[in-house]
């Protein structure tokens, strides 16, 4: 038997298209999935830059516009030492409004505390332990969990004499 020259199978042209065109769709597949893992990157770190300005923008404008907005506060309540009831309501309602922006007085505590106090003067006392805070000269404030404003305070330290150790300010 003589072998006759052998004729391309209509067959194998199919599967070698088909095959052409699985490994064009699976590269298209890929790249596509390559750029959407790198847009989705992208915007994370869009949104991790947007959260980074508005952290920014809140240290750069509204905490200064709040420190600025308690001193009128204290100038309106020093004012206010007649019992005015104009003044009161004032002082009332500028409280109000930093309440609403989460702007809360320091929690009052009975013992200094460096993250939340300012000693502005100690005072020998043998009635106090060394430490509690006597008297508060200007209420403090926090932003949120932040502090806005130490409070300033007055704060008793041990008498000479009494033997007992003084309070580290």
């Known amino acids: 038997m003589s072998q006759r020259p052998s004729q391309p199978d ?10 052409a065109e699985v490994a064009h769709l699976r ?15 992208l915007y994370e770190e869009l949104c991790a830059q947007l959260a980074l300005a508005r952290g920014g923008l809140t240290e750069q404008v509204v905490t200064p516009l709040y420190r600025e907005l308690l001193l009128v506060v204290d100038r309106v309540a020093s004012l206010n030492s007649d019992g005015n009831a104009v003044l009161e309501s004032i002082t009332g309602e500028l409280t109000e409004l930093l309440e609403r922006r989460d702007v809360r007085r320091v929690p009052a505590t009975g013992s200094f505390n460096p993250a939340i106090h300012e000693a502005v ?3 020998p006392r043998d009635d106090q332990p060394p430490g509690t805070v006597l008297e508060v000269l200007r209420p403090g404030y926090l932003l949120g969990g932040q502090l806005l404003r130490a409070e300033r305070v007055v704060v008793a330290t041990a008498a000479p004499g009494s033997g007992s150790a ?3 300010l």
């Open 121 to 123: 003067r100690v005072e």
């Open 10 to 19: 209509p067959g194998d042209a199919q599967l070698a298209t088909l095959t």
């Open 27 to 41: 590269d298209l597949f890929q790249r596509r999935l390559f750029e959407d893992k790198a847009k989705h990157r």
């Open 166 to 168: 003084t309070i580290p």
